[in-house]
């Protein structure tokens, strides 16, 4: 019997930058704030670097603060 392991709560975070067209705000499945996150948008994975802020979205939640720092076309080796 094979076990899976439970999935990871979604987050509320705000990003910055990046290409023209990607939200201001994304929810990512993460276990707490992660230092980079990745989010899929047309066909690319484009990359934010986490900055130890934290802004107000959605009518008053609190998000982190993620400024764009590249992309790439691929997915991570084993993921």
């Not at 975070?13 to 201001?24: I, Q």
């Not at 980079?36 to 670097?49: N, S």
């Amino acid at each position: 019997m094979s076990e899976t392991a439970p999935p990871l709560p979604s987050l509320l975070v705000a990003l910055r930058g990046g290409p023209a067209g990607l939200p201001a705000t994304a929810l990512v499945a993460a276990a707490g704030v992660p230092g980079q996150l990745a989010v899929e948008h047309h066909g690319r994975r484009e990359l934010f670097e986490f900055t130890g802020r934290y802004v107000t979205v959605d009518g008053g939640r609190s998000a982190p603060l993620y400024r764009w720092s590249g992309s790439d076309r691929g997915a991570r080796p084993g993921r």
